[in-house]
Protein backbone atom coordinates (compact mmCIF):
# COMPACT_ATOMS: atom_id res chain seq x y z
CA UNK A 1 0.00 0.00 0.00
CA UNK A 2 1.21 3.61 -1.34
CA UNK A 3 2.07 6.10 1.62
CA UNK A 4 0.67 9.66 1.02
CA UNK A 5 4.06 11.21 0.38
CA UNK A 6 4.79 8.38 -2.26
CA UNK A 7 1.98 9.40 -4.03
CA UNK A 8 3.27 12.96 -3.79
CA UNK A 9 6.22 11.74 -5.18
CA UNK A 10 4.65 10.38 -8.03
CA UNK A 11 2.68 13.13 -8.63
CA UNK A 12 5.38 15.56 -8.96
CA UNK A 13 7.17 13.07 -11.26
CA UNK A 14 4.58 13.15 -13.33
CA UNK A 15 3.95 17.19 -13.30
CA UNK A 16 7.71 17.56 -13.72
CA UNK A 17 7.37 15.14 -17.79
CA UNK A 18 4.33 17.19 -18.12
CA UNK A 19 6.20 21.06 -17.80
CA UNK A 20 9.29 19.00 -19.88
CA UNK A 21 11.44 19.43 -16.69
CA UNK A 22 13.89 17.07 -14.61
CA UNK A 23 14.02 16.73 -11.08
CA UNK A 24 15.87 14.62 -8.57
CA UNK A 25 13.99 12.56 -5.98
CA UNK A 26 15.68 12.86 -2.90
CA UNK A 27 13.87 11.23 -0.13
CA UNK A 28 16.02 9.65 2.81
CA UNK A 29 16.72 5.90 2.36
CA UNK A 30 13.77 3.59 2.78
CA UNK A 31 11.24 5.78 2.14
CA UNK A 32 10.13 4.29 -1.39
CA UNK A 33 12.23 5.85 -4.19
CA UNK A 34 11.97 2.76 -6.25
CA UNK A 35 8.55 2.18 -6.24
CA UNK A 36 7.61 5.72 -7.10
CA UNK A 37 10.14 5.73 -9.89
CA UNK A 38 8.59 2.24 -11.00
CA UNK A 39 5.36 3.85 -10.65
CA UNK A 40 6.56 6.54 -13.03
CA UNK A 41 7.67 4.81 -15.87
CA UNK A 42 4.45 2.66 -15.83
CA UNK A 43 2.63 5.81 -15.99
CA UNK A 44 4.66 6.70 -19.10
CA UNK A 45 3.79 3.51 -20.70
CA UNK A 46 0.22 3.86 -20.25
CA UNK A 47 0.88 7.12 -22.08
CA UNK A 48 1.84 4.99 -25.45
CA UNK A 49 5.81 6.32 -24.02
CA UNK A 50 7.49 2.94 -23.52
CA UNK A 51 10.94 4.44 -22.88
CA UNK A 52 14.07 3.30 -23.52
CA UNK A 53 14.27 3.50 -20.03
CA UNK A 54 17.63 3.45 -18.73
CA UNK A 55 18.70 2.93 -14.95
CA UNK A 56 22.26 3.02 -13.28
CA UNK A 57 22.70 1.79 -9.97
CA UNK A 58 25.40 0.80 -7.39
CA UNK A 59 25.64 -2.46 -8.58
CA UNK A 60 24.49 -4.25 -4.59
CA UNK A 61 21.64 -3.23 -6.16
CA UNK A 62 20.97 -3.85 -9.29
CA UNK A 63 18.88 -7.21 -9.08
CA UNK A 64 16.63 -5.37 -6.09
CA UNK A 65 15.47 -3.24 -9.37
CA UNK A 66 15.26 -6.13 -11.06
CA UNK A 67 12.81 -7.87 -8.78
CA UNK A 68 11.03 -4.53 -7.67
CA UNK A 69 9.99 -4.26 -11.55
CA UNK A 70 9.15 -7.98 -11.94
CA UNK A 71 6.88 -7.66 -8.60
CA UNK A 72 5.15 -4.40 -9.07
CA UNK A 73 4.78 -4.59 -12.80
CA UNK A 74 5.14 -7.80 -14.35
CA UNK A 75 4.16 -6.69 -17.71
CA UNK A 76 6.72 -4.16 -17.89
CA UNK A 77 10.06 -6.24 -19.50
CA UNK A 78 13.11 -5.33 -17.71
CA UNK A 79 16.89 -6.66 -17.82
CA UNK A 80 19.33 -6.59 -16.17
CA UNK A 81 22.29 -5.69 -18.35
CA UNK A 82 25.39 -7.17 -16.63
CA UNK A 83 28.30 -9.76 -17.26
CA UNK A 84 31.19 -10.43 -19.21
CA UNK A 85 31.30 -8.41 -22.52
CA UNK A 86 30.39 -11.64 -24.25
CA UNK A 87 26.84 -12.07 -21.87
CA UNK A 88 26.17 -8.12 -22.65
CA UNK A 89 26.82 -8.20 -26.23
CA UNK A 90 24.33 -11.44 -26.41
CA UNK A 91 22.10 -9.09 -24.70
CA UNK A 92 22.20 -6.44 -26.89
CA UNK A 93 21.65 -8.27 -29.85
CA UNK A 94 18.53 -10.58 -28.27
CA UNK A 95 16.91 -8.16 -26.00
CA UNK A 96 17.79 -4.81 -26.79
CA UNK A 97 15.89 -4.69 -30.22
CA UNK A 98 12.81 -1.86 -31.42
CA UNK A 99 13.55 0.57 -28.54
CA UNK A 100 10.42 2.46 -28.49
CA UNK A 101 8.38 -0.64 -28.81
CA UNK A 102 6.51 -1.97 -25.74
CA UNK A 103 8.52 -5.22 -25.84
CA UNK A 104 12.12 -3.19 -24.97
CA UNK A 105 12.98 -4.07 -21.53
CA UNK A 106 14.07 -1.41 -18.89
CA UNK A 107 17.79 -1.56 -18.47
CA UNK A 108 18.94 -1.59 -15.27
CA UNK A 109 22.83 -1.61 -14.85
CA UNK A 110 25.58 -0.49 -12.95
CA UNK A 111 27.20 3.06 -13.47
CA UNK A 112 30.88 0.84 -14.21
CA UNK A 113 29.32 -0.71 -17.35
CA UNK A 114 27.63 2.79 -18.47
CA UNK A 115 30.56 3.55 -18.73
CA UNK A 116 32.22 0.77 -20.09
CA UNK A 117 29.65 0.40 -22.75
CA UNK A 118 29.07 3.89 -23.39
CA UNK A 119 29.87 3.59 -27.36
CA UNK A 120 27.01 0.88 -27.39
CA UNK A 121 24.53 2.55 -24.92
CA UNK A 122 24.71 6.31 -26.08
CA UNK A 123 22.93 5.40 -29.47
CA UNK A 124 19.08 4.70 -27.61
CA UNK A 125 17.37 7.81 -27.89
CA UNK A 126 17.09 7.23 -23.94
CA UNK A 127 13.47 9.11 -23.07
CA UNK A 128 14.87 8.97 -19.23
CA UNK A 129 18.00 7.69 -17.20
CA UNK A 130 17.30 7.21 -13.73
CA UNK A 131 20.51 8.07 -11.20
CA UNK A 132 19.93 5.67 -8.38
CA UNK A 133 22.52 7.07 -5.22
CA UNK A 134 23.38 10.12 -7.54
CA UNK A 135 25.86 11.45 -5.00
CA UNK A 136 28.02 8.81 -6.46
Known amino acids: MACTYQLEGLEWLQSLYENGLNGILADEMGLGKTIQTISFIAFLREKG ?21 KKWTPDIPVVLYHGSKQEREEIRTKRLRNPSSKNFPVICTSYEICMNDRKHLSHFGWKFIIIDEGHR
Open 49 to 69: INGPFLIAAPLSTTSNWVAEF
